[in-house]
């Protein structure tokens, strides 16, 4: 199996994965994750557009360092393995306005809801996957109530969206 | 043994590596495509779903051990019942919609899907909204409960009180179960 062009099987992701994990907690001794990059972005772009003006490029910290980092190694690794697509709305959707509407409608709304309850909890996703292997029982709680909520509502999604037509 | 505790150039260095080979594992694992997302949540496919649980049961047993050794600390941030509960039901609801965290948000843009832009758009919305209704929280979802607290005490890993081998022999016989259970679709990078 080539590592740089092949798509990786769970059993090597998964043990990548923890092992990652658990070696950031050595390297800097914090858990990793995109909100603190995200925060610092925020706070930067809030400054723009109140002062009406970009002075200078968001400041270069561990976190936003982190952030940079993950963009690169995404392209690097969908380049090598052929999986870069230029795509403009997701799919799943017939005709151009739907499809605009669609995907600006579960991109926003989505993208808020699921930044407003890692928020709520006050760490990143990855940040709570970490605190879960550190046992943390409120991460626990989270992921646990996280991933039954999400399943059960793309369930009922999927329903309304397939049965919607046929009536 | 301690850890290692980085800072400056040095952290940040070694912050935009790690960053890059997270970027890498996660196009490489499916972890960042819509539609494997999407079918993970629709119990359709249930490669992604034994990458996190092995993820779990390697993770906290690793975990555990280097502890023990000092070579982590646990670094968990203060957690409170409720806003646990209410931030993953609220978190979930989103990600039904989106089926992206932030750290995915990121890896779909660099792999060309311009689309999520929609997404980190909505998450950036999402940070001065909760300063706005911070001092409304702190009076109410985060007064409702004490903080959890998380650490235990033992010494054996076989040790029938420690939580770490509950949780990584659980999150091992839920892969099993998802590997014998659960089809296989083809991924969405494609």
């Not at chain 1, 989270?142 to 309304?160: D, T």
């Not at chain 2, 890059?20 to 490669?47: Q, Y």
């Not at chain 2, 600390?73 to 993953?88: D, E, Q, T």
């Not at chain 2, 770490?164 to 083809?186: D, M, N, P, Q, R």
Request: with cysteine; hydrophobic share 50%.
């Amino acid at each position: 199996m080539n590592v740089l062009t092949q798509k990786w099987p769970f059993y090597i992701s998964g043990t990548v994965l923890a092992f990652m994990i658990v070696l950031c907690l050595y390297l800097f001794d914090d858990t990793i994750g995109m909100s603190d990059g995200m925060l610092v972005v925020s706070e930067y772009c809030n400054t723009a557009v109140q002062e009406k003006m970009v002075e200078s490029p968001p400041p270069l910290d561990w976190q936003t360092g982190f952030l940079g980092g993950i963009f690169i190694g995404a392209l690097a690794a969908s380049l090598m393995s052929g999986t870069w697509k230029f795509k403009l709305f997701q799919e799943g959707e017939k005709g151009i306005m739907r499809k605009f509407l669609t995907t600006a409608a579960c991109g926003l709304g989505g993208g808020f809801l699921v930044m407003l309850g890692l928020q709520l909890t006050g760490d990143s996703f990855f940040g709570q996957w970490a605190a879960a292997i550190q046992l943390s029982a409120g991460a626990w709680v989270f992921l646990i109530a996280c991933f039954v909520v999400a399943s059960g509502v793309a369930i009922l999604l999927e329903r309304r969206r397939e049965g919607g037509g046929k009536a | 043994m301690e850890p290692l505790s980085l800072t400056g150039n040095y952290k940040l260095v070694v912050a935009i590596l790690v960053g890059m080979f997270f970027g890498f594992l996660l196009v490489k694992s499916d972890l960042a495509w819509r539609k494997n997302c999407l079918n993970m949540l629709l119990l359709k496919d249930g490669s992604l779903l034994k990458t996190l649980l092995l993820s779990i049961t390697i993770g906290v047993t690793l975990f555990f051990f280097a502890e023990k050794i000092g070579l982590v600390h646990l670094k968990v941030r203060p957690s409170y019942f409720w806003a646990s509960l209410i931030g993953g039901i609220i978190c979930g609801l989103g990600l039904a919609f989106c089926c992206r965290v932030p750290l995915t948000a990121i890896v779909s843009l660099a792999s060309g899907r311009i689309y999520v832009l929609w997404t980190i758009a909505g998450m950036l919305l999402a940070i001065p909204f909760v300063k706005l209704i911070s001092g409304w929280l702190s009076k109410s979802v985060y007064d409702w409960s004490e903080p959890i607290k998380t650490q235990q005490q033992v010494t054996s890993y076989f040790d029938v009180n420690n939580t770490a081998l509950w949780i990584s022999g659980i999150a091992l016989l839920l892969g099993i179960f998802v590997h014998f259970t659960l089809g296989k679709e083809e991924g969405g990078g494609k």
